[in-house]
């Protein structure tokens, strides 16, 4: 807190940012940006029902995600962690530390 009848004090200017290299590649994701970013590039698919609304996550066709919306009681969500394609855990909530699915069967 200043004190009554101070003086403002001169700052010097701020350096101007750097120039930015169109060349150079993208910034470098880390793990848990990169498995939040699948999340939010997940196909969601709406189904909604006289008893609540279901969510169905899926990324490249593949489902791992379904969040049940019940019209009466609390949402929880069903999860294919081994990418069998069997929706293998249930949760309460979707923490931090959630880290959806990442599997590579085939590629070509």
Do not use: K, S
């Not at 069998?84 to 979707?94: E, V």
């Amino acid at each position: 807190m200043a004190a009554a009848g101070a003086q403002p004090r001169d700052w010097p200017d701020a350096p101007p940012p750097p120039e930015i290299d169109e060349d150079a590649p993208p910034p470098v994701m880390d793990e848990r940006a990169r498995q939040l970013q699948m999340l939010e590039e997940a196909d969601i698919t709406l189904i909604e029902r006289p008893d609540g609304l279901i969510r169905e996550y899926r990324v490249a066709g593949r489902l791992f995600l379904v969040e049940v919306v019940p019209r009466m009681g609390r949402p929880y969500y069903l999860v294919d962690t081994t990418g069998d394609g069997m929706l293998d855990t249930r949760r309460r909530g979707l923490g931090p530390d959630f880290v959806p699915p990442q599997w590579i069967l085939f590629q070509w």
